[in-house]
Structures are given as structure tokens and as C-alpha cells.
């Protein structure tokens, strides 16, 4: 490699790295540096530890894991039925793939507000209880932690089947005939060939699924009330309502902290389960 | 095939359920009361003349497109020479400087509003529309380098080498014999770049400000005050649009090539 050609190479990399550092690297340090420091200047934890001890951020922080969690294992339930079917027996499979590419498409707005029509008191769901009798009078599943988990759930679907299309798409129909002629029953052929081969799809899903539902913004603040707000929702509350930018910093620092340990720690651990990934 | 029967119904339901309340929404629209009702009452496309009077909604869907496409181009400007260099002349730090420009997918999109309002648009006082612009490029910078790093390792740089060595200058070959061969990566990359500012909120919720505003932002707004069908209408027309984008892109480059 000569010297000039190198030179170029620098020189095309260069903006783009300015570019980011500058407006993306630099702020991030400096958030995460900053909530370390006091007015004074001098070292202090005790911004973490006033934010860790107060009730309200308590149930904000067990909420937003809480609901992440739940929608992840109802994402999983969900998929992995449905991809297998799209992957293996459909046979109108680009299509199934469109439609779930679509809502992905189609603006977290408009899908959350879709929500809003459905769960209202006379919205379809509440008309639909009372006139099965389940009920005489509306119920209210909006505003609160069940029509969040919904919409999370409507959110992030999508990346799951995706995810696990991914994987089941490449699982040869050969492994299933042979262990079908081996004598594995279709149940025994699914526990022991399709779900180990699918667990990448179902790693990278999940945790595209868990961080997804940890940082949304939309779907918190139009599905959720006042009184289930969780980390994204808290942050924006913080910074723009309450003006008050150094709790902010802490929440975020917080998102930040959990999306990657949960991301590189499920990652890591299915790594150390199933080498092959 | 009983068991294909019982994944059958599961896929039914969860399509139900991803699809189900979009529709409901777009049959909303055409209903004649003046509240959001499902079953609607009647027949009227007078929802959809009442987006075009809706100054607010006019305004901010222009900017949103304005935002959207021009923060790809400067993507496309900072990101494809880079994944071109970074591939073409095996630099050192080659992995450390493709994971800088893969970074932004990593951080929220939450904290990295809340940071460059803090950090970047108070400390230096940078007018709303350049925000808007600085910030929806750092989220496309991951989409354009990722396509294009993939579709230049299918690209055969003898190619490049053989234009050379016939003389034609670097520039040249770079844009007759290089891009024509990536350009369906970069074509896909655009679309989902485009497409992920479009639909953004969590950034601009903390960017817009003094009178520019983005058209999720304004529709986030209108659905706190207002449940009339002007909403549902206006859905509809975005989810049309959707699904013009994603015909197209599978006539042209085949949806999987972008998802």
C-alpha cells in the first residue's frame, strides 16, 4: 500500500468520523462525565444514589425492566410459532414478510394511536366485552401498563419474526426427515432439531425486542398515564417539563447502562451456550 | 398435517393483531361523525380535505421531508467514502473506525435527543433546522455504512484495478466503475435511512422547537387534543404511501435486500 493511496483513504474517513465524534461521541462523554462531578466540581456518587433511593425512579426502573420483559416472552411466544410457519409451510411467504415488514414501515404515531381507537371505553375491545357479557360496564385497559405492553408488543413483533425467519429459512428440511426416519416424533424433531438451530434468531430477536421496549419513547407517552411512566418517558419529562437536566443526565446514563449490559450479556452468554453463533 | 394447522392459527392471530387495528384505523377514516368511531357511520372523504386545511400538518410534513432526505444525502456524502476506504485500502484500525460509524444504532435514540439538545444545539446555539439535520444524519451514518460495507465485499476491486490500469483517473473509476456496482446497496440503504427519520420521534421530540416542528411530532400533538377522523384520515394516507414505498422497492431491488 503506497503512501498517497493511504493518504486518500484517511481523507474519505475522515468527515464522516469528525462528524460523529463531534456530535455524538463528545456529548455522550460529556453526559457521562458530568453526572459524576457536583457543582463544586469534586467527585460525587450521589446523584446515582438520591436517584436510586427515591420510590418514584424506584417503580420507573422496575416498570420499564418489568414491561420489556413481558413483551419480549409474549413477542417470543407469539413468533416463533408464526415465523416457523411463514419459514417452513407457507407457501405465500414473501408476502407474510411484507405485511410484517410493514407495520415496522408505518409510523410508532400511528400505530399507538390505533391503540387508542381499539381500547378506548367505546372503542371495539370494551363493546365487545359487554356484549359477551364479560363485563356491564366499560373497563379501562387504556392509560395504564396493559395497553403499553400491547403496544409494545404490536411494536416490536415485527423484529422478532424477522429475527427468527432469519435462522428457521436455513435449517435444512433434510435434519427434520432424518430425525423423523430415526423415529423422532414431529414434537420430539421441534424440541431437539428446530429449537436449538433457532436460538440465534431468537437471542438477536429478543434483545432487539427488550432494548427496543426499554427506549421507546412514542408508545409509553400516548398508550401510558401519568402514573406508569417508565425510563424514556421520565427522561423527556425531566428534561423538557421539568427542566431539571441533571436528573435527566442520571436516567440516561441509567438507558444507557442497561441496553448495553443487556445486549452484550445475553449475547455473550448465548455465545458460551452454543459456540457456533 | 395437523401441527401446520395449529401454527397456522397462530400466525393468523398474531397477523390479526400487527395488522388488525392499521385497518381499523383506515375504515375509521371515512366515517361521517365527528368523533373517532369504529364501526364508522356513513361514507365521506371529507376527512382527507381536512388534512390539506390543517396548516401545522402541511408545514411540518414538508420539513419532515425536507429533514429526512437531505440528512441522508449528507449520510450518503460522509458515509460511502468512508465504507469505500475503509474496504478498498485495509487501514489500520479498520474495525474500531467501522464500529465509530456503526455507534449511533447503540445509544437510544431518547438519550441521543436529550444529549445534542444539551450538548450540541444550547452550547453552540445552532438554529433548529440545522439540529434537526446534524442529528437525523447521525442516525442514518449506521444505515449507509452498513449496506454499503456489505455490498462492497461483494465487489470485485480487480475490477477497479483493470480501469486503472487503462488510465482512467481515481475520481473516474470511483463513479463509472465502482458506484454503478453498489448502487442498489446504497438504493436500499437511502429508503431505510429516509424512512427511520420520517417515522422519528424520540429526536425530534427534543430538536423541533421555535415554529419548525416534524409532521409525528405535530401528530403526536393533535392526538392529545383532538379525536376526530382528520387523524385516521391522515394515517391512512402515510400507510398509502408505505405501501407505494415498499411496491416499489420490491419491483425494483426486492424487499429483502432491505430489511
Known sequence: MNKKALTIGWLMVLPGCLFVVFFMLVPLFLL?????????????????????????????????????????????????????????????????????????????????????????????????????????????????????????????????????????????????????????????????????????????????????????????????????????????????????????????????????????????????????? | MKKSKSLFLVTCIV??????????????????????????????????????????????ARMSVFIAVAATLIALILGVPAAYALNRYNMKGKDAIQALFLSPVLIPVIVLGFVMLRYVVNQYQLPVVTSLLVGHTILSIPYIMRVVTASLSNFDFSAEEAARSLGATQVYTFFRIVLPNIKSGIASACIMAIINSFNNVSLS???????????????????????????AALATLLMIITLGVMLLIEKTLGLKSVV
Open chain 1, 32 to 277: 457521562v462525565f458530568r453526572t459524576f462531578f457536583d457543582e463544586g466540581g469534586s467527585f460525587t456518587l450521589n446523584g446515582y444514589w438520591e436517584m436510586f433511593q427515591s420510590t418514584y425512579f424506584q417503580q420507573v426502573f422496575v416498570r420499564s425492566l418489568k414491561l420489556s420483559l413481558i413483551s419480549t416472552a409474549i413477542c417470543a411466544l407469539l413468533g416463533f410459532p408464526s415465523s416457523y410457519y411463514i419459514a417452513k409451510y407457507s407457501r405465500h411467504k414473501g408476502m407474510l414478510m411484507a405485511f410484517a415488514v410493514f407495520p415496522m414501515f408505518t409510523s410508532p404515531v400511528i400505530r399507538s394511536f390505533s391503540w387508542i381507537v381499539l381500547l378506548g371505553k367505546k372503542g371495539i375491545v370494551n363493546s365487545a366485552l359487554m356484549t359477551i357479557g364479560l363485563t356491564s360496564k366499560p373497563i379501562s385497559i387504556l392509560y395504564n401498563e396493559v395497553s403499553m405492553t400491547i403496544g409494545f408488543i404490536q411494536l416490536f413483533l415485527p423484529l422478532m419474526i424477522l429475527s427468527l425467519i432469519g435462522v428457521m429459512e436455513n435449517i435444512p428440511e433434510d435434519l427434520n426427515l432424518a430425525a423423523g426416519s430415526l423415529g423422532a416424533t414431529k414434537l420430539g424433531t421441534f424440541r431437539h432439531v428446530v429449537l436449538p438451530l433457532s436460538i440465534p434468531g431468537l437471542v438477536t430477536g429478543s434483545v432487539l425486542v427488550f432494548t427496543g421496549c426499554l427506549t421507546a419513547y412514542t408508545t409509553p407517552q400516548l398508550l401510558g398515564g401519568t402514573d406508569t411512566r417508565v425510563l424514556a418517558t421520565v427522561i423527556y419529562q425531566y428534561a423538557m417539563s421539568l427542566g431539571d437536566w441533571t436528573q435527566a443526565s442520571i436516567v440516561a446514563v441509567v438507558m444507557i447502562v442497561v441496553t448495553v449490559c443487556v445486549s452484550s450479556g445475553i449475547n455473550g452468554i448465548s455465545r458460551r451456550l452454543n459456540p457456533t453463533i
Open chain 2, 15 to 60: 397477523y390479526l393483531f400487527l395488522i388488525g387495528p392499521l385497518l381499523i384505523i383506515a375504515s375509521a377514516s371515512f366515517s361521517d361523525t365527528t368523533y373517532l368511531k369504529f364501526p364508522g357511520e356513513g361514507f365521506t372523504l371529507r376527512w382527507y380535505a381536512q388534512i390539506f386545511q390543517i396548516h401545522s400538518f402541511l408545514a411540518a
Open chain 2, 205 to 231: 421530540a427534543f430538536l423541533t422547537g421555535a415554529g419548525v416542528t416534524m409532521l409525528p411530532i405535530e401528530m403526536m400533538a393533535y392526538v392529545e387534543y383532538h379525536f376526530d377522523p382528520t387523524i
